[in-house]
Structures are given as C-alpha cells and as structure tokens.
C-alpha cells in the first residue's frame, strides 16, 4: 500500500463517519461505499471562486482533506459571455448519500442516474450494487469519457452513455430507481416510462433559481407517479438544454408605472415554498431576478424580477412599497402565491406533494393531491 492510499482510505473512513454520526448515512452498505469508493480519483482538478468571485483552478493531490470533506466540488465551467458558471460538479457527499438513502435503495436494483459528472456517485452505486446494475448519462460526451476512465480504474464499469437525459436510456430499462443530479422544470416522461412498477425517482424539480426541491415519487396504481417534496431543501445545476438565455436587466432610469404594497416576503425567494408557488401562479419562463445594493452601505434595499418582455418589479426591503412598469405585473403571482400560503397554514416543503398522472399532466399541491390546494404544472404540452 502506497503512502496516497493510506492518505486516502483514513481520509474516506473519516468521511464516511461524520456522514453516519451527522444521520446522513443510515445503512452500514452506504457507510462501506463512502468508505471504499476513492473520491480524489474523480475530482483530479477542481474550482472554487476567490475573494473577489473569480474561479480559480486548484489540483486536489496532497490537498486530500478537501476532498473527503462534505462539500460540493465544482469541476467544469462554462463561459457564458463575460462570466464564467459551473455546469458540473461532484455533488457534496452528505446531500448524495442522503438523495441515496431516501431512495431505499436495494439488493438487486438496476438504477438509472441522470447526470454522470465526475462518475463519483456512479462509483458509490457501483459499489452498492455492483457496476452490472448501474447505469448512469450525460448530456456532455467529454466528461462521460473522464467518468468511465476513472470508473475503471477503481474498478467498476457501470453502462455510461452520453446522451440527453431527458430521454432517459431507453435500451436498458426499466430500473427499479432514477436518480438525476440536474434539476428538471417538469418531470420527463422517459423517466416515467422507464421506471418499473413499485418503482422510485428522485429528482430536483426547480422552475427558476431556488424554486424548486427534490421530489420522491413512486409509481401509482392507476398508472403515473405521486410522492412528496423532502423536507431539507437541496439544490442542483439545471438540466442545460432548459437554460433560459440570460436578458439584461431595464435600466435603472427607467420610471415606474405603477405602485402597491406587498405582505409578501421581500425577496420572495426567502421563502422557497413561496418562491415556488409563484412561479405556479403565473410568473413568466425565464424571470431574472436580483437584488440591489445601497451604494455606500453594500447592503441590499431592493429586490428586482424582469420578464423576457421587459416588465419588472421592484420591492423594496424596507417600507414594502413595490414598484412596476410593463404589460405583465410580476409581482401580483408572488402576492397570489404568498396569500394561498399563508391560507395554507405556511406549509414547509414536505407538506407538499407532486403528481404525474396517466396522461402526462403534472400537479403540485399542498396536504393531498385532490384537495383545494393544487396548481398545474407547466408541461409544454399547451
Ligand atoms: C451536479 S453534476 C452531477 C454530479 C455527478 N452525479 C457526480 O457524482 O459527480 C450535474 C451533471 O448534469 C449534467 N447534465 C446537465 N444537463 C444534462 C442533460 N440534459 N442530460 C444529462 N446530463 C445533464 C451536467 O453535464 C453535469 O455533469
């Protein structure tokens, strides 16, 4: 045994303790697999953004604490004009065991995972279950590449294909499980398909930044999937071919047209429920939101939303005053949202629920899935 793998395996264990004593960890399988499964082998080189938000590159050799530390590795980035975005990652090992754990994951499962990345978590379900069962893609052919090298050289050979996976991977299922580590803004009906009966999925369903969370759903018995947001929020890269192109933001010049109050929270992002059920509520695809800063103080005073069309709104943190200009008032969805909320009992996220019925339509709702709170999700299908 090398010097780097004494370094490692400690390090592993150690990693695979603190997941158990912290409750991530459940099972003794899932506590062998972090511990046996060599995380610096897939993340060679990753990212982190300095002081002034600059990413900077780093090798994680001789910096194994970091690696075998509970913390989301950022391994490519994406030039998007001027700045630079994660688009993948190797997802911090607390929210992977705990996304694993919830799966209930068995002896004689065959798993599909939808967004490969370093191959890490491919690696962890290899072990679990053995490479035979494990199927896992991504959109990016490069990094499936890396994953299968680095796969094979721990030893597993799991089915990878680079592909959409919105698709799913039709030529292997079904599987008794899907994972995806991307978020989705509705649940693909591939996935659907290709699930066995009793089967389950967990997945992020995010319809803008921060609005959304993991759902676990199983399959119904009229057909289609029903299940529970988890209570913990969590949150990943959006699926790529979803991304909204980013719009500049109006002009700070621009005078408002209208002006009402809000008893809404300010942002409406800080309450993610909230956030989320505006969304339903008719805020537009592709909103860019943020907040300003007073110049002196750096502290934020406004939250801003502006539509593909131009509409914004603005509220401000400090006398709830909110002023707009457009065709589309953007902040009467988060009101309306915020109201049905409040009526609701302020319901955190594992009071609400999800449905993907027969047909294909999707329905998020509060307590029940036939009950008074209920929104349609956007399918794309009109
Ligand atoms: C958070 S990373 C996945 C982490 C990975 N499970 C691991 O263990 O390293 C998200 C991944 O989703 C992938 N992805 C994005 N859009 C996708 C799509 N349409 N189909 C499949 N994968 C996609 C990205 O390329 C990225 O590698």
Same mark, same amino acid.
């Given at each position: 045994?090398?010097?780097?793998?004494?370094?490692?395996? %400690?390090?592993? /264990?150690?990693?695979?303790?603190?997941?158990?004593?912290?409750?991530?960890?459940?099972?003794?399988?899932?506590?062998?697999?972090?511990?046996?499964?060599?995380?610096?082998?897939?993340?060679?080189?990753?990212?982190?953004?300095?002081?002034?938000?600059?990413?900077?590159?780093?090798?994680?050799?001789? $910096?194994?604490? /970091?690696?075998? #530390?509970?913390?989301?590795?950022?391994?490519?980035?994406?030039?998007?004009?001027?700045?630079?975005?994660?688009?993948?990652?190797?997802? =911090?090992?607390?929210?992977?065991?705990?996304?694993?754990?919830?799966?209930?994951?068995?002896?004689?499962?065959?798993?599909?995972?939808?967004?490969?990345?370093?191959?890490? =978590?491919?690696?962890?379900?290899? +072990?679990? !279950?053995?490479?035979?069962?494990?199927?896992?893609?991504?959109?990016?052919?490069?990094?499936?590449?890396?994953?299968?090298?680095?796969?094979?050289?721990?030893?597993?050979?799991?089915?990878?294909?680079?592909?959409?996976?919105?698709?799913?991977?039709?030529?292997?299922?079904?599987?008794?499980?899907?994972?995806?580590?991307?978020?989705?803004?509705?649940?693909?009906?591939?996935?659907? $398909?290709?699930?066995?009966?009793?089967?389950? !999925?967990? #997945?992020?369903? $995010?319809?803008?930044?921060?609005?959304? =969370?993991?759902?676990?759903?199983?399959?119904?018995?009229?057909?289609? !999937?029903?299940?529970?947001?988890?209570?913990?929020?969590?949150?990943?890269?959006?699926?790529?071919?979803?991304?909204?192109?980013?719009?500049?933001?109006?002009? %700070?010049?621009?005078?408002?047209?209208?002006?009402?109050?809000?008893?809404?929270?300010?942002?409406?992002?800080?309450?993610?429920?909230?956030?989320?059920?505006?969304?339903?509520?008719?805020?537009?695809?592709?909103?860019?939101?943020?907040?300003?800063?007073?110049?002196?103080?750096?502290?934020?005073?406004?939250?801003?939303?502006?539509?593909?069309?131009?509409?914004?709104?603005?509220?401000?943190?400090?006398?709830?005053?909110?002023?707009?200009?457009?065709?589309?008032?953007?902040?009467?969805?988060?009101?309306?949202? +915020?109201?049905?909320?409040?009526?609701?009992?302020?319901?955190?996220?594992?009071?609400?629920?999800?449905?993907?019925?027969?047909?294909?339509?999707?329905?998020?709702?509060?307590?029940?899935?036939?009950?008074?709170?209920?929104? $349609?999700?956007?399918?794309?299908?009109?």
């Amino acid at each position: 045994m090398t010097a780097t793998d004494l370094d490692w395996t %400690s390090r592993a /264990r150690g990693l695979a303790d603190l997941l158990r004593d912290h409750g991530d960890i459940r099972s003794p399988r899932w506590h062998a697999a972090v511990a046996e499964v060599p995380r610096h082998v897939f993340v060679p080189c990753v990212y982190e953004q300095d002081g002034t938000g600059a990413w900077v590159g780093w090798e994680t050799s001789g $910096k194994l604490d /970091r690696v075998y #530390a509970p913390q989301t590795l950022v391994t490519v980035l994406e030039d998007r004009g001027g700045y630079r975005e994660p688009v993948s990652s190797s997802t =911090n090992p607390e929210l992977m065991v705990r996304m694993l754990e919830t799966l209930d994951i068995r002896d004689g499962h065959r798993v599909l995972e939808i967004g490969t990345g370093t191959g890490y =978590n491919a690696g962890l379900l290899s +072990h679990r !279950l053995g490479d035979g069962r494990v199927f896992s893609v991504d959109v990016d052919a490069g990094l499936v590449e890396l994953a299968r090298e680095r796969l094979a050289r721990v030893g597993y050979r799991p089915a990878l294909a680079a592909v959409d996976g919105e698709q799913g991977l039709p030529e292997h299922a079904p599987y008794d499980r899907i994972i995806a580590t991307c978020s989705v803004p509705v649940i693909p009906d591939a996935w659907v $398909k290709q699930l066995t009966r009793g089967g389950g !999925l967990l #997945a992020d369903l $995010k319809l803008a930044i921060s609005a959304g =969370n993991l759902v676990h759903l199983h399959t119904a018995s009229g057909g289609g !999937l029903e299940g529970r947001f988890v209570a913990r929020q969590a949150s990943f890269m959006a699926m790529r071919h979803h991304r909204d192109d980013p719009i500049p933001l109006t002009g %700070s010049d621009v005078e408002p047209e209208r002006f009402r109050s809000t008893e809404a929270p300010v942002p409406p992002w800080s309450q993610p429920v909230v956030w989320f059920l505006a969304q339903l509520s008719g805020l537009p695809r592709g909103i860019v939101f943020g907040t300003l800063l007073d110049p002196e103080t750096r502290q934020p005073t406004t939250a801003t939303l502006t539509a593909p069309d131009g509409s914004w709104a603005r509220a401000s943190f400090t006398d709830r005053r909110v002023a707009e200009r457009g065709e589309v008032a953007l902040w009467e969805p988060v009101e309306r949202a +915020h109201a049905r909320w409040v009526e609701a009992g302020r319901p955190a996220w594992d009071r609400l629920g999800l449905t993907v019925g027969p047909d294909g339509d999707q329905w998020v709702w509060i307590d029940e899935p036939g009950g008074q709170y209920r929104w $349609k999700l956007p399918t794309g299908r009109g």
